[in-house]
Nanobody
Framework: QVQLVESGGGLVQAGGSLRLSCAAS????????MGWDRQAPGEQRELVAT???????NYADSVKGRFTISRDYAKNTVYLVMSSLKPEDTGVYSC???????????????WGQGTQVTVSS
């Protein structure tokens, strides 16, 4: 089993900042990509930021320059620092990890339970 546990969501005013954390644990042999997506009510899920390989980072255009993804490889943890938040950033943020479990030759994606981020205007 692989578990991803997120923390750090909450309510913040527009222009404020939040830091999300997500720790992966369990029978992990190799962890490739980690990232975050979000889903607002009535909207499609949007991939927000990813970090793959040796610190290769990608961001959705909607968050470039405002969000920063980072990863602690020793702790299998990914962080998302969100600054200059806007009401349209509101949604459930979920982390994912592409993991090869111990004893398996394949990589699979695992998801956290999600954490609510609400940005008030």
């Amino acid at each position: 089993q692989v578990q991803l546990v997120e923390s750090g969501g909450g309510l913040v005013q527009a222009g404020g900042s939040l830091r999300l954390s997500c720790a992966a644990s369990g029978s992990i042999d190799s962890l490739n990509a980690m990232g975050w997506d979000r889903q607002a009510p009535g909207e499609q899920r949007e991939l927000v930021a990813t970090v793959t390989g040796v610190d290769n980072k990608n961001y959705a255009d909607s968050v470039k320059g405002r969000f920063t993804i980072s990863r602690d490889y020793a702790k299998n943890t990914v962080y998302l620092v969100m600054s200059s938040l806007k009401p349209e950033d509101t949604g459930v943020y979920s982390c994912y990890a592409t993991v090869r479990r111990v004893g398996s030759p394949f990589y699979s994606d695992y998801w956290g339970q999600g954490t609510q981020v609400t940005v008030s205007s």
